[in-house]
């Protein structure tokens, strides 16, 4: 179990990207040949705090977002999911707003192509980094999309250090996008120094491959990839499997496995977000890791199942709902 500090104003605050994501309305088509796209706010950590927020819980967001149109449409959205935004920074240098494209060829076969080039999210400073907001907070997320690029990396840092100062927990949801980083010695090395200081780890098993891309575990032991964190910070490692699952592991010893829901998929991308949202919801309702893991899952299972990421993350209602129904079709 993890220990979630008591009075705090705020129950979850994330840190790191805020972009557009162009998600293409001619499904089972190549990019060539899309036309027409539809316009949602993404990013990773965004994604996690919106689902969060769905979910009933009072969240904030730290980041940077462009003095365009893109950037208070983010903004907007935010507000309109009731996240706290007096932390979210407007870029004064002419940046841009990150876009990804989505290509969505069938249930399977998704890729995203990103425009990722003087993004205003990659701005952020430590300086604009408030500590009052995260101080108030029980926990903090992290995303290593924002750790690619200074000044952002060491905003997360400098958010780190304010969460671990006023014992917030912090999760890492690892967001590797090779594209943002110019070498595997840079990835690996700032990946690790972020992990080291981080309550929970959740990860697909490429992703923590990266990670351990100059250390000894040729069999890509989930098991051995997991304990290393164990002697740092780290309470709980999830490794994720795609369909096939995921598996939890607890500094205490135990392992906890969730198999995947059923459900009909329009597209891959977004299972991740809305799974990290459902599983750390449930941990900070108290529950068991292998209950908070198969609400992530059920999560998960929304929102592949619907067109956007954003829009399609679940509240508490729909969730239940929907593992009522597939209990009750089992």
């Given at each position: 179990m993890i220990a979630f500090p008591s009075g705090k104003t705020t129950d979850f605050v994330a840190v790191g990207r805020l972009c557009i994501d162009l998600n293409a309305n001619e499904i089972n088509r190549p990019m060539e040949d899309t036309v027409t796209f539809t316009k949602y706010v993404g990013g990773s950590p965004a994604n996690i705090?919106?689902?969060?927020?769905?979910?009933?819980?009072?969240?904030?967001?730290?980041?940077?977002v462009a003095d365009d149109q893109m950037g208070r449409f983010i903004v907007?959205?935010?507000e309109q999911n009731r996240i706290n935004t007096s932390n979210v920074v407007t870029d004064r240098t002419g940046a841009v707003t990150g876009l990804a494209f989505t290509e969505i060829k069938s249930p399977t076969d998704c890729s995203i192509l990103m425009y990722r080039d003087n993004v205003a999210d990659l701005l952020l400073e430590a300086n604009e980094v408030s500590e009052e907001l995260i101080a108030g907070a029980k926990m903090l997320l992290i995303s290593g999309t924002a750790l690619a690029?200074?000044?952002?990396?060491?905003?997360?840092?400098?958010?780190?250090?304010y969460a671990r100062r006023h014992g917030a927990v912090i999760a890492f949801?690892?967001?590797?996008?090779?594209?943002?980083?110019k070498s595997d010695e840079e990835t690996a090395a700032y990946y690790n120094l972020?992990?080291?200081?981080?309550?929970?780890?959740?990860?697909?098993?490429?992703?923590f491959d990266m990670m351990e891309r100059f250390e000894s575990n040729p069999e890509r032991s989930d098991r051995i990839t997991a304990s290393k964190w164990f002697n740092y910070s780290a309470q709980i490692v999830?490794?994720?499997?795609?369909?096939?699952?995921?598996?939890?592991?607890a500094k205490d010893g135990s392992s906890h496995r969730a198999d995947s829901f059923k459900a009909q998929v329009v597209k891959t991308f977004g299972a991740g977000d809305s799974y990290a949202a459902g599983f750390l919801y449930g941990l900070m309702q108290g529950w068991p890791i292998s209950d908070s893991?198969?609400?992530?899952?059920?999560?998960?299972?929304?929102?592949?199942?619907?067109?956007?990421?954003?829009?399609?993350?679940?509240?508490?209602?729909?969730?239940n709902d929907f593992i009522a129904r597939s209990t009750a079709e089992v």
């Amino acid at each position: 179990m993890i220990a979630f500090p008591s009075g705090k104003t705020t129950d979850f605050v994330a840190v790191g990207r805020l972009c557009i994501d162009l998600n293409a309305n001619e499904i089972n088509r190549p990019m060539e040949d899309t036309v027409t796209f539809t316009k949602y706010v993404g990013g990773s950590p965004a994604n996690i705090c919106i689902g969060m927020a769905r979910l009933g819980l009072s969240t904030g967001f730290v980041g940077k977002v462009a003095d365009d149109q893109m950037g208070r449409f983010i903004v907007r959205y935010l507000e309109q999911n009731r996240i706290n935004t007096s932390n979210v920074v407007t870029d004064r240098t002419g940046a841009v707003t990150g876009l990804a494209f989505t290509e969505i060829k069938s249930p399977t076969d998704c890729s995203i192509l990103m425009y990722r080039d003087n993004v205003a999210d990659l701005l952020l400073e430590a300086n604009e980094v408030s500590e009052e907001l995260i101080a108030g907070a029980k926990m903090l997320l992290i995303s290593g999309t924002a750790l690619a690029q200074s000044p952002s990396r060491e905003a997360v840092f400098q958010s780190i250090e304010y969460a671990r100062r006023h014992g917030a927990v912090i999760a890492f949801d690892l967001d590797y996008r090779p594209y943002t980083w110019k070498s595997d010695e840079e990835t690996a090395a700032y990946y690790n120094l972020a992990a080291e200081k981080c309550d929970i780890i959740i990860g697909t098993r490429e992703e923590f491959d990266m990670m351990e891309r100059f250390e000894s575990n040729p069999e890509r032991s989930d098991r051995i990839t997991a304990s290393k964190w164990f002697n740092y910070s780290a309470q709980i490692v999830i490794i994720k499997h795609g369909k096939e699952g995921s598996i939890a592991y607890a500094k205490d010893g135990s392992s906890h496995r969730a198999d995947s829901f059923k459900a009909q998929v329009v597209k891959t991308f977004g299972a991740g977000d809305s799974y990290a949202a459902g599983f750390l919801y449930g941990l900070m309702q108290g529950w068991p890791i292998s209950d908070s893991m198969r609400y992530g899952s059920a999560a998960a299972a929304i929102v592949v199942s619907s067109h956007s990421c954003s829009d399609a993350m679940p509240t508490a209602q729909q969730v239940n709902d929907f593992i009522a129904r597939s209990t009750a079709e089992v």
